[in-house]
Every structure is written in C-alpha cells, then in structure tokens.
C-alpha cells in the first residue's frame, strides 16, 4: 500500500504531529494520520501531481505535502474544510485523485528521514496553512484544463 522504511512509529514521532490537533495512531509501519470531519487527504499520481503542485505554489495555496517514493511522482495533500463537499470530491475522483477520508488512515512521515521512506514535500511547520478541500479541488480542475489545452496544442 505505501511503502515506508519505519517499523515502529516512536512516541515522539505521534506526539509531534498531535500537536497540529490531528487525530495520529502508532502502527507497526509508522504514524498514521485518522482522517476525520476537520483534515482529509487527497491522493494524486504522475503528471496531475505535478501540475497541482505548481498551481498551488503559484497561488500561494500550498499545504502540508506527503511525497510517496517509487517509480511514478505519488502524493497527498492535507486538507480540510470537509463539509458540504460532496460536489468537489466527486470532481476529485472523477479527476483520478484518491480521497482519504471518514476515519481513512494516511501514513505520515518519521520525524527522522530514511532512504525510500515517506518524506514531507510542504511539512506542516512549513506551511503557511492547511487549504480547504475546495482549493485543492480547483487546482485539480486548472490543472487538468491546463493538461487538455496543451494536448492540442501539441
């Protein structure tokens, strides 16, 4: 499922991401995000990824980042502003995003980085905040417009 190098998630480790008000269980793979009514967290693969990644940046609309290693760009964006939704998360998945969410588990990265673990793209102490889910579901959306226009064009 996703892959991390940790075998144990420390005490430390869960605590410092408690800290943020999140919900995080100890797992025998690591610390594990429990998404809930307030944070959730949206998937994305290969080029979409990317270009959300640079839409984001471009509005100053990054959040908390997970990069996912392996052969394909792989990532979760942390999310909130969870209520009355609906309409964009199936935009999301209709998009190919993957969302995490009602009590989902998202693995999140050891304070202490291990080659082929997760690693924090945007860490939460980094960003300037967590965008609502409808933010991250228009940078899907421009960055699939972008994606379509530049198919032509080509």
Do not use: K
Not at 12 to 18: F, G, I, L, S, V
Not at 22 to 36: H, K, P, Y
């Amino acid at each position: 499922m996703f892959p991390t190098s940790v075998t144990v998630a420390s005490q430390d480790t869960t605590q410092d991401y408690t800290r943020f008000g999140w919900t995080v269980a100890a797992t025998a793979n690591g610390a594990c995000l429990i998404t809930d009514d307030r944070v959730a967290g949206i998937e994305l693969t290969g080029e979409l990824a990317a270009n959300v990644r640079r839409f984001l940046r471009a509005n100053n609309l990054s959040g908390p980042v997970i990069e996912i290693p392996g052969a394909q760009r792989r990532e979760i964006h942390l999310v909130t502003g969870l209520n009355r939704v609906e309409g964009a998360i199936e935009a999301l998945r209709g998009a190919g995003a993957v969302v995490h969410s009602d009590g989902a588990g998202v693995p999140l990265p050891p304070s202490t980085l291990s080659t082929g673990a997760l690693t924090w793209g945007i860490a939460p102490a980094e960003a300037r905040w967590m965008p609502p889910l409808v933010a991250l579901a228009a940078a899907v959306r421009a960055a699939s417009r972008r994606a379509r226009i530049v198919g032509i064009a080509c």
